[in-house]
C-alpha cells in the first residue's frame, strides 16, 4: 500500500533534479541523504524552515531546489 505522503516526496525528488548538476535521481536521494545527516548534527539550513518542526530532509530537498548547496561530483 502506498501512503500519501511517499508518492508526494517522490515527485519532490523528480520536481528538484536539475539535469546540468544531477545526473539522476538516486544520486540526488544520495546528497539529499548526506546534506539531511549535516542538518541533523547541528549544522545550520541554507533555506527559512524550522528545523524544529520541518523534517531535515525536506530542509535538504528545498536547499537543493533553491541551489543553496554546493556540491563537486567526482569521478571512480
Known amino acids: ?41 547541528g549544522a545550520q539550513p541554507r533555506v527559512d524552515m524550522d528545523i524544529r518542526k520541518t523534517k531535515a530532509t525536506r530542509i535538504a530537498m528545498k536547499e537543493f531546489k533553491e541551489k543553496k548547496v554546493n556540491f563537486e561530483i567526482l569521478e571512480s
Open 1 to 41: 500500500m502506498v501512503d500519501e505522503n511517499e508518492e508526494i516526496e517522490e515527485t519532490e525528488t523528480e520536481e528538484v533534479i536539475d539535469p546540468p548538476a544531477i545526473d539522476s535521481k538516486y544520486r540526488m536521494i544520495i546528497l539529499a541523504a548526506q546534506r539531511s545527516k549535516q542538518l541533523q548534527r
